[in-house]
């Protein structure tokens, strides 16, 4: 009698989203407690980015909170210039989250090895972020991380914003205090700690657009003390050849963003949106009309036959890896026997499906939240959108393929776990005490 061939148990894609929805393909990112992979959905045969962290690792580097606010600002939020959340789910080892793919690589990634971009394009790129910050503000969601490695494209040149992992909701009654981001990045009013609100995405953004157009950044220094004297105190400066890359609109533009009156910061106002920007002269050629739609031809096409990550992950999987991720049923056990991190993880980081869920807020309170979609003939989970997401241990960032060059310094890179009202954790200061007297956290 012959061996009884053993069959894989039948997927319930009915049931709550799991591992065993899909195909693991090849890895494109790790860091301290997570790796990200290329996955595609076995029902619909949609591709995805998975990113997986670790709990243990998590817990260890106090950063369960973090990890539960990425995960409910996530669920809110739904925009054509943004890398959405489509599913969220764990195991007994790992938090999932699933997100749209990016084939085109991040702009650190693109601006290492161009040395800088043409003004047209970042022009471009802007315009898209701006349509993204603008969705956000409404939200009354701040990023507080914005750079060219959080900065992806997919595969036709299109600008999407990722990594929320310090993302926090605002309040137009109370400023923030937390000290939260990449310092080069950050905008006067975070280091001098006199309180903060959504503008500093606006300056962030303004930095960013300074240095793909000049290759460097506005304001530099050697140490943390320099940089941040810098940012607060220096003149705008341009380069000695800063004509011939940029126009006088441009310049102008660079230099409203770059205001160290949050008052007067170019950007999205909520009396007027985004009118004051789209009005600027420098963005005359933006057909804001038709950009959430991508109809829309961006200036820079990524080259689709080469990799925008590094291949070296793949081959760590498969030759050094202990444990390689596979999809497992979950054990029982007795929630109250876990530690009251992993209960909070449990709890908490509830599955989610953008299929079956509608998005909503948990600040301030459960509520359904509109949506921006853009107008396409493919479903919307297929936008190519994968953030070739590492974690490491100064917290959840981009990383690609091997750099051609040394960096300049960027000063340290600061995270503070702040979760939305309703979960009742205060808005952490780093390294000294915050305004409810509890010492400050560093992810």
Same mark, same amino acid.
């Given at each position: 009698?012959?061996?009884?061939?053993?069959?894989a148990?039948?997927?319930?894609?009915?049931?709550?989203?799991?591992?065993?929805?899909?195909?693991?393909?090849?890895?494109?990112?790790?860091?301290?407690?997570?790796k990200?992979?290329v996955?595609?959905?076995?029902?619909?045969?949609?591709?995805?980015?998975?990113k997986?962290?670790n709990?243990?690792?998590c817990?260890?580097?106090r950063?369960?909170?973090?990890?539960?606010?990425?995960?409910?600002?996530?669920?809110?939020?739904?925009?054509?210039?943004v890398?959405?959340?489509?599913?969220?789910?764990?195991d007994?080892?790992?938090?999932f989250?699933?997100l749209?793919?990016?084939?085109?690589?991040?702009?650190?990634?693109?601006?290492?090895?161009?040395g800088?971009?043409?003004?047209?394009?970042?022009?471009?790129?802007?315009?898209?972020l701006?349509?993204?910050l603008? /969705? !956000?503000?409404?939200?009354?969601?701040?990023?507080?991380?914005?750079k #060219? $490695?959080?900065? +992806?494209?997919?595969?036709?040149? *299109?600008?999407h914003?990722?990594?929320?992992?310090?993302a926090?909701?605002y309040?137009?009654?109370?400023?923030?205090?937390?000290v939260?981001?990449s310092?080069?990045?950050?905008?006067p009013?975070?280091?001098?700690?006199?309180?903060?609100?959504?503008?500093?995405?606006?300056?962030?953004l303004?930095?960013c657009?300074y240095?793909?157009?000049?290759?460097?950044?506005?304001?530099?220094?050697?140490?943390?003390?320099?940089?941040?004297?810098?940012?607060?105190?220096?003149?705008l400066?341009?380069?000695?050849?800063?004509?011939?890359?940029c126009?006088?609109?441009?310049?102008?533009?660079l230099?409203? /963003? !770059?205001?160290?009156?949050?008052?007067k910061?170019?950007?999205?106002? #909520? $009396?007027?949106? +985004?009118?004051?920007?789209?009005? *600027?002269?420098?963005?005359h050629?933006?057909?804001?009309?038709?950009?959430?739609?991508?109809?829309q031809?961006?200036?820079?096409?990524?080259?689709?036959?080469?990799?925008?990550?590094?291949?070296?992950?793949?081959?760590e999987?498969?030759?050094?890896?202990?444990?390689?991720?596979?999809?497992?049923?979950?054990?029982?056990q007795?929630?109250n026997?876990?530690?009251?991190?992993?209960?909070?993880?449990?709890?908490?980081?509830?599955?989610?499906?953008?299929?079956?869920?509608?998005?909503?807020?948990?600040?301030?309170?459960?509520q359904?939240?509109?949506?921006?979609?853009?107008t396409?003939?493919?479903?919307?989970?297929?936008?190519?959108?994968?953030p070739?997401?590492?974690?490491?241990?100064?917290g959840?960032?981009?990383?690609?393929?091997?750099?051609?060059?040394?960096?300049?310094?960027?000063?340290?890179?600061?995270?503070?776990p702040?979760t939305?009202?309703?979960?009742?954790?205060?808005?952490?200061?780093?390294?000294?005490?915050?305004e409810?007297?509890?010492?400050?956290?560093?992810?």
């Amino acid at each position: 009698m012959g061996a009884v061939c053993c069959r894989a148990q039948p997927i319930d894609f009915d049931g709550d989203v799991n591992l065993f929805h899909f195909v693991l393909l090849r890895c494109v990112g790790k860091g301290a407690f997570g790796k990200v992979r290329v996955v595609q959905h076995k029902q619909t045969r949609n591709l995805y980015a998975l990113k997986y962290i670790n709990k243990a690792k998590c817990v260890k580097m106090r950063a369960v909170n973090n990890i539960i606010q990425e995960r409910r600002l996530l669920e809110e939020i739904d925009h054509p210039f943004v890398v959405n959340l489509r599913y969220a789910f764990q195991d007994d080892e790992n938090c999932f989250f699933v997100l749209d793919l990016m084939l085109g690589g991040d702009l650190r990634f693109h601006l290492e090895r161009l040395g800088s971009l043409t003004e047209e394009t970042v022009q471009f790129y802007v315009a898209e972020l701006s349509s993204a910050l603008g /969705f !956000l503000h409404e939200h009354r969601i701040i990023h507080r991380d914005i750079k #060219p $490695d959080n900065i +992806l494209l997919d595969e036709a040149g *299109h600008a999407h914003l990722t990594d929320f992992n310090i993302a926090v909701h605002y309040s137009s009654s109370r400023s923030l205090t937390g000290v939260a981001g990449s310092m080069a990045y950050m905008a006067p009013e975070i280091l001098a700690k006199r309180g903060y609100s959504y503008q500093i995405d606006w300056w962030s953004l303004g930095v960013c657009a300074y240095e793909l157009i000049f290759g460097r950044r506005p304001f530099r220094g050697k140490t943390n003390s320099d940089l941040t004297h810098s940012i607060v105190r220096d003149s705008l400066r341009f380069p000695e050849d800063g004509a011939s890359k940029c126009s006088r609109e441009g310049m102008q533009a660079l230099r409203m /963003f !770059l205001e160290r009156d949050p008052v007067k910061r170019l950007g999205w106002k #909520p $009396d007027e949106g +985004l009118d004051g920007l789209r009005n *600027h002269p420098w963005l005359h050629s933006i057909v804001w009309d038709t950009l959430d739609d991508k109809k829309q031809t961006p200036p820079f096409v990524p080259d689709s036959k080469k990799a925008n990550f590094d291949a070296s992950h793949e081959l760590e999987e498969l030759l050094l890896e202990d444990n390689p991720l596979k999809a497992r049923q979950r054990k029982v056990q007795d929630i109250n026997n876990l530690s009251a991190e992993m209960r909070t993880m449990e709890e908490q980081f509830t599955p989610y499906d953008f299929r079956k869920m509608q998005r909503r807020s948990y600040y301030p309170q459960n509520q359904i939240v509109s949506t921006v979609t853009a107008t396409s003939s493919a479903p919307a989970s297929s936008r190519p959108v994968t953030p070739m997401t590492t974690i490491g241990a100064d917290g959840i960032h981009e990383e690609y393929a091997p750099k051609t060059g040394p960096r300049s310094f960027e000063g340290d890179m600061v995270q503070t776990p702040t979760t939305p009202t309703s979960m009742n954790h205060p808005d952490y200061m780093v390294n000294e005490k915050d305004e409810h007297g509890q010492p400050g956290i560093a992810c």
